[in-house]
């Protein structure tokens, strides 16, 4: 398993986590999916700056996310599942100028489930869904 998180702090929110919008756990999600791109593509590659974020995007841009999400959907819980339905439920005011609406609304539902791994402590079950979606990513880019 990678120790991309092994650094991060533990989360204890003072807000109950049932009580978060789904945007509020995707926005935590995308900061927790960009980090561990970034961490895997510095630890494994020798790209330079401008490349490196090329190659995140492989991974972390909308249109990858929807694609990536397709591997990980017959892993979900029920649970996971649930959070997942709403974050792609999340009202939107924009939508991404390089991504369709479906696209769109499936990358803030993977966001928000990170998000609410995440804020759980569930670090374990991130890390497992993200070897599953750089798989996913890497088969994508080649």
Same mark, same amino acid.
């Given at each position: 398993?990678?120790? $991309?998180?092994?650094?991060?702090?533990?989360?204890?929110?003072?807000?109950?986590?049932?009580?978060?919008?789904?945007?509020?756990?995707?926005?935590?999600?995308?900061?927790?999916?960009?980090?561990? %791109?970034?961490?895997?593509?510095?630890? *494994?590659?020798?790209?330079?700056?401008?490349?490196?974020?090329?190659?995140?995007?492989?991974? %972390?841009?909308?249109?990858?996310?929807?694609?990536?999400?397709?591997?990980?959907?017959?892993?979900? *819980?029920?649970?996971?599942?649930?959070?997942?339905?709403?974050?792609?439920?999340?009202?939107?005011?924009?939508?991404?100028?390089?991504?369709?609406?479906?696209?769109?609304?499936?990358?803030?539902?993977?966001?928000?489930?990170?998000?609410?791994?995440?804020?759980?402590?569930?670090?374990?079950?991130?890390? $497992?869904?993200?070897? %599953?979606?750089?798989?996913?990513?890497?088969?994508?880019?080649?």
């Amino acid at each position: 398993m990678c120790s $991309e998180m092994a650094a991060l702090p533990k989360m204890q929110p003072e807000v109950d986590i049932r009580e978060m919008s789904p945007l509020a756990l995707a926005f935590a999600g995308d900061a927790v999916l960009e980090l561990l %791109v970034r961490a895997r593509l510095v630890g *494994t590659t020798r790209l330079q700056p401008g490349r490196l974020h090329a190659a995140a995007t492989q991974y %972390v841009s909308a249109k990858a996310q929807f694609r990536e999400l397709a591997a990980i959907e017959p892993l979900l *819980t029920e649970a996971e599942a649930s959070v997942l339905r709403r974050g792609k439920n999340a009202s939107k005011a924009s939508v991404a100028k390089h991504a369709t609406p479906e696209e769109y609304r499936a990358s803030t539902g993977l966001e928000c489930l990170l998000g609410w791994l995440y804020l759980q402590g569930r670090t374990d079950r991130v890390l $497992e869904l993200f070897e %599953v979606l750089w798989q996913a990513g890497t088969a994508d880019t080649h």
